[in-house]
Structure formats: C-alpha cells, structure tokens
C-alpha cells in the first residue's frame, strides 16, 4: 500500500516535517527489530475527525513496550495528546491512518537493548482499505499458511513487536504468490490464529465464533473486541473458542477484522468457498455497523470516539 505523505511526524515531542522524519543507518530497531508498534484510524465524521479506541491502542501500546522491559519516556495521555497533535497539525479531517513507533535508536549496538536510546514517533497518512474496496465489498481468498504462527513461548505474542512481523510478511508473500489475498496462520499446536495483520472470525449456525488470543498466540485485537461487542449488542451469541482448519471451511460465514483492514468478509478459504462464497448476512450486519460507528452514527458506541478539536 502506497504512503501519501502529509506534512509532519512527531519525532520524540518535536513535529519534524515529513521530509526529515530520519533515523541513523545503525537504529537499534533497524538490525534486530526490537520496537513495538500500534496501528490507530481516525475517522471523519458529521461532528469532525475522531480517533477510533485512542486510548485503548496507547495502553496496548504501552503494554507491549513493558513486556519488552522497554521504558517509554512519554506517558500514556502524553502519547494520546500527541496522536490527536498529529492528525490536527496535518490537517486530516476526512481521517487517516497513524503509526506510532516506540523504537531503540542510534547509540549502542548488540543484543543487550537496554543500554539504548528509546525513541517514539508517531506518523499520519490517508490510507484506504487495506484489503482493498473489492476485498471488502465481496470477500477475500485466504490461505492456510505453511508458516506457523508464534509460540507464546518464543516472542511474545500479546506484544506488538516489529521483529514479530516478519513471520506476517513470510505468511503474506507465500499467499500473494500463490494467488490468494491473505493468510490464516494456524499456531504451533495446529488451531487457527489469525490472519498476517487481523483476528479471524467464523459463523456456525447463528454462532459468531473467535478463537481466543492467548490460547491461538494471536494479538488481542481492539477491532476484534469492539466486533465481538457489536456482535451480542446486535443479538448474536459471541464466544472464544478453538477452531481448527476445517472448521474454517464448513464455516457458514467467515470474516478478518484489523484496524488498517475494518471488517473484510472471507470469500474462500484454500479454495472452498465459505457459505456460497459471497458475504454472508451475520457478516455484512456487522460489518454496516461497525463503519456506522467508526463514522460516529452509532450512539451506543460514541465513547470509542476521540473526538480532536
Ligand atoms: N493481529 C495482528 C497480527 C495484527 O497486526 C493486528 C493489527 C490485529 C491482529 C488486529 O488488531 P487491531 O488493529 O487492534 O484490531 N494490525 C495492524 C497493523 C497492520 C499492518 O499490516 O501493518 C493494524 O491493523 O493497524
């Protein structure tokens, strides 16, 4: 997905011009991918841009730098002021997509991180579906990946680590090659886990199904949970349970919720088609309320709006 450049990144408390938002060649984070990460939508909406779940994504934010026993020399509401201070600045009424980074920077080399620098910055740019609009109008191939996902054991999968994503990008090249739009990583004991960037869901029999996070090594997703809400909000039971591969392919519906990708329908699944192949109506149900609610048009849900004046 092509970056549109807007005009400033916060850089460590200073909003440096998009142009000049450099780091070092010998950034800690550059070699052993030791940063953590979040990825945040702003949404235009009829009372100005708000920040979808701001709060929420600063906290996992920081909850994976302490896993990672990094320390962050900026607080949580400091982090949340300068998210809003960059979507203002950039002037992005009709909403955007922000990356905040928390990287170790220039000054020490090797594997002990702690010596290190902490660096945080935190960019904005207009970004559209990440699956594309076909992918979210009609559904999405998926496949099964070759590449497991983490064992909780070895990273931390509740972290939002940079260096964990390279396991997302293997995942992603070999279902691209393949002629597929996204992969389903299954976790080391073979039960489904997520999707490269997203949390799967299925529907069996009126049941909106999900696998748990820590049990499937998938992230807690913030898009996830609000569906899960939005799900039982609109009558459906909700649970967590472990699926394994072929209940992806005699699922009813199937669908991949991520805050870059919303709501995506899952079309095909290794080439069986989920239901009749076309977006199921549990999925579609959620899917129109979920893009209601980013876009502030659902009152129930107007406290995961963030609204910046
Ligand atoms: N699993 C993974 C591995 C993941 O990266 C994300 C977010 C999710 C689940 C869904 O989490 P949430 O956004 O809180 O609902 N992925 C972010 C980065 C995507 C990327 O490709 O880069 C995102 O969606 O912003």
């Not at 990287?103 to 579906?129: F, H, K, R």
């Not at 054991?153 to 739009?181: F, I, Q």
Request: aromatic letters at 8%; charged letters at 25%; proline letters at 6%.
């Amino acid at each position: 997905m092509p970056i549109t450049p807007t005009e400033k990144i916060w850089m460590d408390g200073e909003l440096v011009d998009w142009a000049d938002a450099k780091v070092h060649v010998l950034t800690h984070t550059m070699h052993y991918g030791s940063g953590v990460f979040e990825g945040i939508r702003a949404y235009g909406t009829a009372n100005g841009v708000a920040v979808f779940r701001l709060r929420e994504h600063i906290e996992r934010l920081l909850d994976s730098a302490k896993v990672f026993l990094i320390d962050v020399p900026f607080t949580l509401d400091q982090l949340i002021e300068a998210t809003r201070e960059v979507v203002r600045v950039n002037g992005m009424n009709d909403g955007c997509y922000l990356r905040p980074l928390v990287y170790l920077g220039y000054g020490e080399m090797g594997l002990n991180p702690l010596p290190c620098p902490v660096n945080v910055s935190i960019a904005a740019w207009p970004w559209g579906s990440y699956l594309g609009d076909d992918g979210v109008a009609n559904g999405v191939s998926v496949k099964v990946s070759s590449w497991r996902r983490h064992d909780a054991n070895a990273v931390p999968t509740a972290a939002k680590g940079t260096g964990m994503y390279v396991n997302s990008s293997l995942a992603k090249v070999e279902a691209l090659k393949a002629g597929y739009d996204e992969a389903i990583l299954l976790s080391p004991d073979g039960r489904v886990s997520e999707c490269t960037g997203e949390n799967v869901f299925v529907v069996r029999r009126g049941k909106v199904i999900t696998p748990h996070s820590s049990d499937s090594g998938a992230l807690e997703g913030i898009t996830q949970d609000s569906v899960e809400t939005i799900a039982a909000d609109l009558g459906f039971p909700v649970v967590h349970e472990p699926l394994i591969r072929t209940d992806l392919y005699t699922a009813d519906e199937a669908f991949l919720t991520g805050t870059a990708a919303e709501v995506v329908p899952i079309r095909s699944v290794d080439d069986r088609p989920v239901g009749d192949g076309k977006p199921g109506p549990i999925t579609k149900e959620i899917q129109r309320t979920y893009f209601a609610t980013v876009r502030g048009e659902v009152d129930r849900y107007k406290d995961w709006l963030d609204y910046v004046e």
